[in-house]
T-cell receptor, first 112, second 112 residues
Framework: GAGVSQSPSNKVTEKGKDVELRCDPI?????LYWYRQRLGQGLEFLIY????????KSGLPSDRFSAERTGESVSTLTIQRTQQEDSAVYLC??????????FGPGTRLTVT | RKEVEQDPGPFNVPEGATVAFNCTYS??????FFWYRQDCRKEPKLLMS???SGNEDGRFTAQLNRASQYISLLIRDSKLSDSATYLC?????????????FGRGTQLTVWP
């Protein structure tokens, strides 16, 4: 079946602009995660959605970052007033709660 | 202390060698453990789950030591295609139920 999909695959934006990244999880997966990975670095947890529970936002680096999820489907990660340090690959993953995650191909964000 | 710690390497081994990676975790209540593989500029992909009794998948063997809070991955008869970064992953318990914690990864290069 279809895996996790993300769009766009690449995004180049000017400093100060807002960007919106999209994630379509695997159908039936109740949990959805966003991570950030800077070049040559490990995965940095951003936010976690589990069903209808309040999301775990403990990884969001600043109030410029926000994410939403509609039910158990699509999620969007929004970065307002982008900064150069926001340049990274943004990875989305989904899972059946408490099990292994499956990752999307990521969105490569470049802030110029 | 980080939730999951790994030796970052790099490990550089010849084809045919046996190589082992180690990982420690801090939450003694953790119940589920995985190894992921991440190729350069690609998303992480599940390599194998780690079961209490230890498990083997072809050339790969995973072990869990709960008393020492320690996970290992053994690769026998290394292939060039095994070159990648290997991520140790632990599923949280308690207030972080369902959230996965990733180590920074161990980089492996297999040379001809």
């Amino acid at each position: 079946g279809a895996g996790v999909s993300q769009s766009p695959s690449n995004k180049v934006t000017e400093k100060g602009k807002d960007v919106e990244l999209r994630c379509d999880p695997i159908s039936g997966h109740t949990a959805l995660y966003w991570y950030r990975q800077r070049l040559g670095q490990g995965l940095e947890f951003l936010i976690y959605f589990q069903g209808n529970s309040a999301p775990d936002k403990s990884g969001l680096p600043s109030d410029r970052f926000s994410a939403e999820r509609t039910g158990e489907s699509v999620s969007t990660l929004t970065i307002q007033r982008t900064q150069q340090e926001d340049s990274a690959v943004y990875l989305c993953a989904s899972s059946v709660s408490g099990t292994e995650q499956y990752f999307g191909p990521g969105t490569r964000l470049t802030v110029t | 202390r980080k939730e999951v710690e790994q030796d970052p390497g790099p490990f550089n081994v010849p084809e045919g060698a046996t190589v082992a990676f180690n990982c420690t975790y801090s939450n003694s209540a953790s119940q589920s453990f995985f190894w992921y593989r991440q190729d350069c500029r690609k998303e992480p992909k599940l390599l194998m789950s780690v079961y209490s009794s230890g498990n083997e998948d072809g050339r790969f063997t995973a072990q869990l030591n709960r008393a020492s809070q320690y996970i290992s991955l053994l690769i026998r008869d290394s292939k060039l295609s095994d070159s990648a970064t290997y991520l140790c992953v632990v599923i949280g318990r308690g207030s972080t139920l369902g959230r996965l914690y990733f180590g920074r990864g161990t980089q492996l290069t297999v040379w001809p």
